[in-house]
Nanobody
Framework: QVQLVESGGGLVQAGGSLRLSCAAS????????MGWFCQAPGKEREFVAAISWTGDRTYYADSVKGRFTISRDNAKNTVYLQMNGLKPEDTAVYYC??????????????????WGQGTQVTVSS
């Protein structure tokens, strides 16, 4: 079992920045890949970014490339999502997820086994 707790969401103006954190517990953190997804009201949960268990491979949705950065600190059992240049269309609940079966699941949400409760990000225009 893996427990995930996100933090760092909030209200920010367009062009601003936020850093989301996701603290993991329950299994050896360095043995599984991590991802971030978002879900806006009335929409499907969408892929944002992912990082392999070693941290040497990262993947991004086209809509966030060049603005968001995913990273992980295996010593702290934490994955981060640095969000810069935020836009109103980034408004959503952001979820972190852990994939224990696949070393590099990328953007396929069905390859992720555990999910956090989500943190709200609201970007005002």
């Amino acid at each position: 079992q893996v427990q995930l707790v996100e933090s760092g969401g909030g209200l920010v103006q367009a062009g601003g920045s936020l850093r989301l954190s996701c603290a993991a517990s329950g299994r050896t953190f360095s043995s599984y890949a991590m991802g971030w997804f978002c879900q806006a009201p009335g929409k499907e949960r969408e892929f944002v970014a992912a990082i392999s268990w070693t941290g040497d491979r990262t993947y991004y949705a086209d809509s966030v490339k060049g603005r968001f950065t995913i990273s992980r600190d295996n010593a702290k059992n934490t994955v981060y999502l640095q969000m810069n240049g935020l836009k109103p269309e980034d408004t959503a609940v952001y979820y972190c997820a852990a994939a224990v079966r696949y070393p590099s699941p990328g953007g396929n949400k069905y390859k992720y086994d555990y999910w956090g409760q989500g943190t709200q990000v609201t970007v005002s225009s």
